[in-house]
């Protein structure tokens, strides 16, 4: 009696599905609410920095784990290191707004007008402390161009400050 030699079944790559499921949980957070964080937010550099640096190191964890730099490895860890990124930027975002125990404190701008970019929602513009800043139109709809208004600003959980409110002082 001759056995059939079994071929073996092939594991899905454990690095290709944990990346998978972090790109879904990125946006899934984009959903629930980063994407609202993250425009609210003043300044992303520090978030940019620190999300970077944790897609790095889940790339190189890749490198590792998969004990090769074949194409697919470098794929998978290429993968890897961009999913984690989303979800971390995406985090850091919600965490800074939503874990924010600070209070709020009102600062003047200067409300210059409304933007309608090439892709994506209109978008209102300020000058607030020699800066332009600019968040999606729907958090300041009265506002009349080049007329003072009020952000509400908090300091933010992570320290980056971020727009609570906008009051137009001059509604149409």
């Not at 079994?6 to 990125?26: C, E, I």
């Not at 959903?31 to 993250?38: K, L």
Request: proline share 3%; charged share 20%.
């Amino acid at each position: 009696m001759t056995r059939m030699a079994r071929s073996p079944k092939k594991a899905g790559d454990p690095v290709q599905a944990l990346a998978a499921g972090a790109f879904v949980v990125g946006l899934a957070s984009w959903y629930f609410g980063a994407s609202s964080a993250i425009d609210r937010t003043i300044e992303l550099k520090s978030f940019w920095i620190a999300a970077c640096a944790l897609g790095a190191l889940a790339a190189a964890g890749s490198l590792v784990l998969e004990r090769s730099l074949r194409k697919a490895a470098l794929g998978n860890a290429a993968f890897a290191g961009i999913a984690v990124l989303f979800v971390a930027f995406n985090f850091i975002a919600l965490a800074n707004v939503h874990a924010d125990g600070s209070r709020a404190r009102i600062e003047g701008a200067t409300f210059v007008a409304y933007a309608q970019p090439s892709k994506g929602p209109r978008m209102a513009r300020f000058v607030w402390r020699y800066r332009a800043v600019s968040l999606q139109a729907v958090h300041a709809s009265a506002c009349v161009d080049d007329t003072p208004v009020e952000l509400e600003l908090r300091d933010g959980a992570l320290g980056e400050a971020w727009i609570e409110r906008v009051r137009c002082t001059d509604a149409r």
